[in-house]
C-alpha cells in the first residue's frame, strides 16, 4: 500500500477520534433541545465552568477568593487541602446539578412557551453570565487538569503498523486521550439513548419538547423534567470540559467548543443522540480530509468553515439533519 | 503625574498571557513610585483598561484615557496596533509596540509616533532561522522549514522574511495556519509528522500554544527542533505537556527568571505593601519579566525627557522625543536592578526599532524554569531592512507621507 | 364546455366546469389519503366536501391550491389542464382558501392580516416601495380601499388594529376569510370554516358566505361538518370516506345514500 | 391621561398609514433628529464620539438590517459578522480602487455588493429552516472571514492582512481616516442611519413587508395565499445585507479606521447584533435603536462605575460586566419577550389608561 | 342520572377575574361549581371567556401572561390556585386544551401514554387503560404508530381525549371536544363523555360552541358572555329558554331555521348588546 494512502487512512481515523470529542460536547445541547426545544448556546460555557470547578475544587481552590481579596483586601486563596479526583468530580456533578436548579428556577420557568429565538437568547445570556461567574469564581488563568488521563500517541499502534508502507511511513498515529474519549463516549451514549427511549421520563422528555403547555395540561412536571436535562447536560458538560480540558488546558477557549459542536448537531440532527455520534464522525473526518487533501491548495485552516459548509450541503438535502425528526408541514 | 494607561486583558481567549505582562508593567511603576517616589520626583500612574485583546475595546480604551495625559501606550496586541498608529499620529501621542505590531514601523520617518524596539517579527524569523543555521554550521541547503502559525495578521507577519530568507539560504519554506483559538491542531500536527520538517517555527498565542507543544510532544517531534517566537514561549505554553515539554525552544529580547535585584524591592515595596497588580503569583514568569521590561524602557525614556527638558511633568511630545533618541546602556539596567536583562541599544529617528537583537530561551522541565542558552544575536539586516523599506515606503506613498525626521 | 350550465332555484346561474379533478390519487408514504378521485366544481355553486375524520377532504383541498402533488390524477382548471404548481403560482390563478387549523399571521394586526390577502394584486417594486411617496402609496391607498370594504362587509372593523393573537377562535376564523376573499379570487377554498362557533355565529358565517357567492359570483368549495350548513347552503355536495369518494350529489340525493348515511351521518338527516 | 391618542382621527388611509399617526409620537420624533443633527455636533467629543455615539449609530444600522431578516421575514442568521466584514472589504477596495469617487457612493456600493452576496448565502434558506438556517449562516460567517484571511487581493496585499481606511472627505472635511473630526463621523453615521431608518421603514410597511411577515408566522400559509418564498426571502436577505454591509462599510472607514476580518468581523459580532435585535424588539424599528443604544451604553457604563468610581480591579469588573450583562438579557427577557420595545409600547398603554390600572 | 341538589361539590370558583399581559382585563367575576358526577357544560360565544376560565382553573395561565387577580379557585375545599398544574393532574384534575395540543413527534400510542405520566398505579392498570382507550377510538388503534402530527384533526382530537383519560381523572375539564368532528364521532364523543361519567364516575366541565350537543349531555349549563355568567340552570332549562333556543340552538319559534334564509330574517335583541 502507498504511503500515501495509509496516510489518507490516517486521517480518517483521526477524524473520527476528533468527531467523538466534537460529539461529546454536541450530546449536551441534543438533550436540552430535545426535552425543551431550547437551544443550549450555553453548552460549552457548561463544559469550561464544569472543568474550571473541577479543577478548583480537586486544587482546594477557595471560590471567588479574586473578589473576596478585592473586595476586603484580603489574601486567601486556597483552603489548604487537595481533594481526590473521584471525589471531586462527585462534587462537581453536585454543583453541576445545583446549576442545573437554579437556571431552571430563576430562568427558564418564568419563559415557558416562548418562541425559541428567546429561549435561546436567554442561553446567550446565560453564557455570558455562566462565563463571567466561572472566572468570578476561579480566576482566569489556565489551570492544568491531572487527572492522570493517557496523553500522546500510542506507540503500540504505531509499531504495529509501521511495516505496513514504505520507508515513508511510519505507523498509524493515534493519541491515547482519544481513544479513551471513544470509551467514554460510547458508554455514555449507549446510556442516553436507553433513558430517552425506553423510561417514562424519557418520553415525558420529548413530549415537552412538542408542547410545552400540552405537558402541563397532562401533569408532566416542567420543572423537574428540565432539572433533570440541565443535569445531564451538565454530567455531559463535564465529560467533555474533561477530555477537552485534559487537551488544552482549563481556560477560555474551552467554551468555543460549542462552535465544533453546531455544525454536529446541525448534520445529525438537533433531536437525535445517535445523529449527535453520527454527525460528530462525519464533521471529524470531512474536516480533516478536506484540511489533508484540498487544505494545502487553498492555504489551509479550512476547518472551521468547512464544517459548516459539510453540514450545509447536507442539509439541503436533508432539512431536518440526518437523523432528525421530521419537519411536520401541513395546512 | 505621569500617565502609563495599561491597555491590559485579563479576560477573554489570551488573558493568560496578558495578566501575566500588565502585572509585570503595573508593579514596575509601583516600585518607582514606592521606592524611589516616582520618576524624578514625579509619580506615575498606570490607569488600567481592559480590551481582552479585542480592536473594537483597545480603541475606547485609548479615547477613554488619552484625555489624561497618557505618555505613550502599549497595547499588546498586533490588531489593536494597527487601529491606532494613525490615531496617535494625530494625537500625537507615542505608541510603543514591543516585539508585537507593524514591523515596519521601525522606519520612524514614516512612523513618527510609533516605536516598536528592541525587536520585531521579522528580526524574530530572521533570529530564528539564524539560530538554525548556527545548529548546521551556516547551512540550510535542502533543509525544511515549517512556519506554523496564527491564522491572522501576527501569524502571517513573518512569512515575506522567511519567504525572502528561504531564497537565500536554499531551505524549503511550508507554512501551516492555525484558526483561531487553536485547540484543536490534529490535522496540522499530522501533517508535521507526515512531511517531517527539520525545523518548525511557531507564531502562536494563546492557548494554541499550549496545544501546538503538546501535539508536537504528542508525535514525538525532537523539541529542540521546535521554536516560537517570544509569545510562543511562557511558562504556560510548556506547563500542560509536563516532562514532554523539555527542550522545546522559544526566542526572547530579554533575560528569564528573578534573579535579579529588581525582584528582591518589587517584593518588599510592592507585594508585601499589598500593591501588586495581581495575586503575585506571576512575578518572574516570562511574561511577567516581559511586562516588566516594558515599563522599565518606558521609565527610562520619560526620565530622559525630564532632563532634556528640564520638566519634571513631561507632556507626550516631549516623551515622544526621548524615545526618539532613547539609548540603553548597562548602566541604565545596573540601575534599575536588571543588570544584563536585555541587550544595549539605541533608537533614532531613522531606526524605531533598535537594533534587532533576539536571543533563544530553552525549557528545562525538570527545574521547571527558562532560561537562555546564546547571547543576543543579531537578525540578517541587510533582508530584514529591506523589506522594511519597502513596506514603510508603500504605507507612505498610500497615506501622502512625505518621509522626513524633523 | 359543450355544458353551460343551469339556473337554480332560488334564481343563481351556474356555469361550466370550472374545476375538474380526474382520478386524484395522494399517497404519503403507505397511507393511502386519497384513492382515485375524480369531482368537478361548476363556476358560481357552492360545492361542499364531506366526510368521516381522516377521509382526505382536507388532502383533497390541498392538492386544489398545489400544496401537495398528488402521484397520479390530473387537475384541469377552466378547460386547461393545469401542469405541476407550486402554492404562490396556484394563488396566482384566482384561487384562495381558509385553513382548518386557522393559519393566521399572528404577528400582524388584522388590517394587515387581511392586506397580505391583496399580494398578488400589488406589484410595486422594491425601489418604488423603499421611496414610498409615489406610486408605492398610492397603491397601497387603492388596495388598502378595497380591504376596508371587505372589512366592513365582514364586520371586523372594530379590530382592524388588533393583533390577531389576541383574538378569540371565531373572529380569527372570520379574519382568515377576509384575508381570502381580500385576493378576489374566482375560486374559495373553505376548511371547516364554522367550526368551533355558536349557531348565531355560524349563521353570520353563512350569510357572508351567500353573499360573496352571490354577489361576486365566487365560486366556493366547502368542508364542513355541520350537516345543517351543509345541506342548507351546498348545492352539490361530495362525500368521502377514507380517501375513496362514496357519493356525489345534490344534498337530497346524498343524504339518502345509504353509503354517506352508514359511513358518516349515521342516522338519516332531516 | 398623560398620553392620548383619542381625538387623533385620520380621514385619509394615507395619513392612517403614515409612520406616526399619533401627533405626539410625531412631535417627539421630529424633536429628536433636531436634537441629534443640531445639538449634538457642536457639543460631541473624541471621547464620547469614538466610544459610544458612532458605535451606535453603526450597530443601530445593523442592527434594522438584522432585524429585517430575523425581526420581519424570521430568518434567524449568526452571519451578520461576516456580512459587515464583506462591507468593509469592499468599501476598502472601492475606496482604494476608485480614489476620486466619493466615499459616500463607495459605502453605498458596498451595501449593495453585501446585498448581492447575502442574497446568494439566503438560497439555502428555501429548503432550511429555524435553527438549521441560524446554523448554516454560520458557514457564511466563518467561510467569509476566511476568505478574506486568504486571499490576499481583499487586503491588497498587505503584509498584515490589514486594511487601512485611507482618508476621505465629504464637503472638504475629512470624515475617515485619523484627523477626521469627531462631529464630522458622527454627521456622516447620522445621515446614515436615518437614511437606513427610513428605507427600512418604508419597506416594512407596504407589500414587500407584509410577505416578509407573512412569511415570518406562517412560511405554508404565505405561500398558499400567494407569496412567493423564494422572493420574499431573498430579497429579505438581500436587503439585510444591504444595510449590514453598509454598517460594516463605516464600521471600517469611519469607527476603526483598520480592521481584519477575523478580529473584527468574527462570531462574536454576529452575536452582538443578534442580541441587539432581540433586546430591542424583533419586527421594531425602533426595536434596533433601543438594542443597540443599551449593549452599546452598558458595557462602558459599568465599566465607568466600576473602574473608575469602584475602584476595582479591571479584571474583575470585566468578568462581573459578563455576569451583570449576562443576567440583564435573562432579565429582560423574562420580563417582556419581545424587548424593549414592547416595554415602550406598554408603558404607552399603561400612560393612556392612567390613572386607571386597566 | 345526577341529582342536583345533594351531591358533594368538587370544584369551585368563585368570582375569579382574569387579566392577560398586566392591561387586558378577560374574566370579570366569574362563578361556577362543578359537582361531583356530574357535567357541567360551560356555553358561550367566541371570546367570551370559556377557555380563558378552564386555564384559570387547571394553572396555565403562566405561559400565557395571563393571571387570576381576584377570586377563588377550590378543589374538594382545597385552594388551588397556587399549585402546578402537574400537582391538579395528580389530584385527578385533567384538562384537554383547545386545539388539541398533541405532541406532534410522539406516535399516537406515545401520547397516550403521556397521560399515564403521574399514575403510579403500575404499569398493568395502565395498559389496561390504553386497551379501554382503544376500544373506546377504534380508529386510534389503527394509527397508533404514525405521529400524531400525520393524523387528521378528528384523529387528533380523540388523542388527546384519549390522553386525558389515560391519567385516570376524577375531573376532566374539555375544551370544546366536538370542534371539527364529523357529527358521527360528536355524538360518539358525547356517548363516551357520558359513560366515562356514568361508569366511571368522571366529572366533567365542558367548555361548548356546540349548544345543541352539550345541553343534551350536560346536567347543569352556564353561559358566559364577555367574561361574565349572564344565565345559569339546569340543561333542561336552559334548553328551553327563548333566548337559548334563538341563539345558541338556531331554533326560532317554528322549529329549525334554514341557514340560507340567514338573509332575510331579523334577529332578536339580545341581552347584552
Ligand atoms: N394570551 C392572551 N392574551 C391576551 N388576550 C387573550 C389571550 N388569550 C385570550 N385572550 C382574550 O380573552 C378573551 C376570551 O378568550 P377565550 O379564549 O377564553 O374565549 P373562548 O370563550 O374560549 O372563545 P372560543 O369559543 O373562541 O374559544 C378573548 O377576547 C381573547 O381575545
Ligand atoms: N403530510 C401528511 N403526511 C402523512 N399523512 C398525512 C399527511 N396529511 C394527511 N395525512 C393523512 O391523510 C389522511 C387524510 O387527512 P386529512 O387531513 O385530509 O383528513 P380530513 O378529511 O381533512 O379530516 P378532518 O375532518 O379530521 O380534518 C389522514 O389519515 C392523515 O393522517
Ligand atoms: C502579545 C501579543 C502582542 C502577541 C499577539 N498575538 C500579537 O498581536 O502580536
Ligand atoms: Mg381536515
Ligand atoms: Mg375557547
Known sequence: MSADFLYGIEVIINGLMAGVLYALVALGFVLIFKASGIFNYAQGVMALFAALTLVGVMEGQVPFSHVINAVFGTEIHHFGWEVPALLAIFVTLMVMVLFAWLVQQLVFRHLVGQEPIILFMATIGLAYFLEGVGDLMWGSEIKTLALGLPQGGSLVVEDWTAGLGGDDFYGFFIDKLDMVATLVAIVLVAGLIGFAQYTKQGRAMRAVADDHQAALSVGISLNFIWVLVWSLAGLVALVAGVMWGAKSGVQFSLSLIALKALPVLMLGGFTSIPGAIVGGLIIGVGEKLFEYMIGPMVGGATENWFAYVLALIFLVFRPQGLFGEKIIERV | DLVFPSLSYRTGPFAAGGIAFADGYADYFTLLNERDGGIGGVMASVPECETAYNAEKGVECYEATKAEGALVYQPLATSITYQLIPKVEVDGIPLHTMGYGRTSAKNGEVFRHTFNYPVNYWDGASAGVNHFLDLNDGSLEGRKITLLHFNGAYGKEPIPTLEALAEKHGFELTTIAIDYPGQEQKSQWLQIRRERPDYILFWGWGVMNQVAVQEAANIGYPMENFMGIWWSGSENDVLPAGAAADGYKALAFHEMGSDFPVFDDIQTYVVDAGKAAGAGDQIGSVLYNRGLYAAFLAAEAAADAQEATGEPEITAAMMRDAMESLEITAQDMEDAGIPGFGPVFSVTCQNHGGDGLASVAQWDATAQEWSLISDFFPSDGEVVNALIKADSEAFAAENDITPSCD | MLDEGYVTADGRQIGGVMMDMRGITLRFGGVEAIKNISFDIREGEIRAIIGPNGAGKSSMLNVISGFYNPQEGEVWFHGKRRPPMKPFQVARQGIARTFQNIALFEGMTVLDNVMTGRLTQMKSGMLAQAIWKGKAEREETANREVVEKIIDFLEIQAIRKTPVGRLPYGLKKRVELARALAAEPKLLLLDEPMAGMNVEEKEDMSRFILDVNDEFGTTIALIEHDMGVVMDLSDRVVVMDYGRKIGDGTPDEVRNNQEVIDAYLGVAHD | MLYREAGDFKTSYPEDSQTFPIAFDRWRYWAVLAIAFLVIPFVINDYWASSLMVPFLIYAIAAIGLNILTGYCGQVSLGTGGFMAVGAYACYKLMTAFPDVNIVFHVLLAGGITAAVGAAFGLPSLRIKGFYLAVATLAAQFFLVWLFNKVAWFYNYSASGQINAPERFIFGTAVTGPSAPAWAQYLVCLVFVTFCAVLARNLTRGSLGRSWMAIRDMDIAAEIIGVNPLKAKLTAFAVSSFFIGISGALFFAVYLGAVEAGDSFGITKSFLVLFMVILGGLGSIFGSFAGAAFLVILPVFLKIIGVDVLGWPTEMVAHLQLVIVGALIMFFLIKEPHGLAQLWRLAKEKLRLWPFPY | ?273
Open chain 5, 1 to 273: 342520572m345526577l341529582d342536583d341538589t345533594k351531591t358533594e361539590t368538587l370544584l369551585e370558583v368563585n368570582n375569579i377575574e382574569v387579566i392577560y399581559n398586566h392591561v387586558i382585563l378577560v374574566l370579570k367575576g366569574v362563578s361556577l361549581s362543578v359537582p361531583k358526577g356530574g357535567i357541567t357544560a360551560l356555553l358561550g360565544g367566541n371570546g367570551a371567556g370559556k377557555t380563558t376560565t378552564l386555564k384559570a382553573i387547571s394553572n396555565l395561565l403562566h405561559s400565557e401572561r395571563g393571571e387570576v387577580t381576584k377570586g377563588s379557585i377550590m378543589y374538594r375545599g382545597d385552594r388551588v390556585q397556587d399549585l402546578q398544574p402537574s400537582d391538579l393532574v395528580k389530584r385527578g384534575v385533567i384538562q384537554v386544551m383547545e386545539g388539541r395540543h398533541c405532541f406532534e413527534h410522539l406516535t399516537i400510542e406515545e401520547n397516550l401514554m403521556t397521560g399515564a405520566y403521574t399514575r403510579t398505579d403500575g404499569a398493568g392498570a395502565v395498559s389496561a387503560d390504553l386497551e379501554m382507550v382503544y376500544n373506546y377510538f377504534p380508529r386510534l388503534r389503527e394509527r397508533r404508530k404514525s405521529q400524531a402530527g400525520y393524523t387528521s384533526g378528528g384523529e387528533q382530537q380523540m388523542c388527546a381525549i384519549g390522553r386525558a383519560i389515560m391519567s385516570k381523572p376524577e375531573t376532566i375539564l374539555l375544551d370544546e371536544p366536538s370542534m371539527g368532528l364529523a357529527p358521527q364521532l360528536v355524538e360518539e364523543i358525547f356517548t363516551i363523555v357520558k359513560n366515562l361519567n356514568e361508569n366511571e364516575g368522571v366529572s366533567f366541565l365542558l367548555a361548548e360552541q356546540n349548544t345543541n350537543v352539550a345541553l343534551r349531555f350536560a346536567h347543569h349549563g352556564y353561559i358566559l358572555e364577555s367574561g361574565r355568567v349572564v344565565m345559569e340552570g339546569p340543561a333542561a332549562e336552559l334548553r328551553e329558554n327563548p333566548d337559548v333556543k334563538e341563539f345558541y340552538l338556531g331554533m326560532s319559534e317554528d322549529g329549525r331555521k334554514s341557514f340560507r334564509d340567514v338573509r332575510s330574517y331579523r334577529r332578536r335583541k339580545r341581552w347584552l348588546a
